[in-house]
Nanobody, 119 residues
């Protein structure tokens, strides 16, 4: 089995910063695309940022220039550095990864971490 465990969420004032981490564990052969999604109350889950194993990344327009996604392949970990946070960034943030285990590629989700931007 594969587990994705997020950390780093919390309460921050507008304009502040947070860094989210997501570590994958288990009998992992390979991790391809990793990403962060978020879901605000009453809204659909949306992609925030994603990164390939080679380091290519893409971002939602709403976070471009403020958020940076990165990964450490040796540690099976993906990060999301969030700067200049706005109240509209408030949401539960979920880690997502495509992981190959035993020759089978599956999509996995973390349990989510709450990010609240408020004064």
């Amino acid at each position: 089995q594969v587990q994705l465990v997020e950390s780093g969420g919390g309460l921050v004032q507008p304009g502040g910063s947070l860094r989210l981490s997501c570590a994958a564990s288990g009998s992992i052969f390979r991790i391809d695309l990793m990403g962060w999604y978020r879901q605000a109350p009453g809204k659909q889950r949306e992609l925030v940022a994603a990164i390939t194993s080679g380091g290519s990344s893409n971002y939602a327009d709403s976070v471009k220039g403020r958020f940076t996604i990165s990964r450490d392949n040796a540690k099976n970990t993906v990060y999301l550095q969030m700067n200049s946070l706005k109240p509209e960034d408030t949401a539960v943030y979920y880690c997502n990864a495509f992981v190959t285990v035993g020759g089978i590629r599956r999509n996995y989700w973390g349990q989510g971490t709450q990010v609240t931007v408020s004064s």
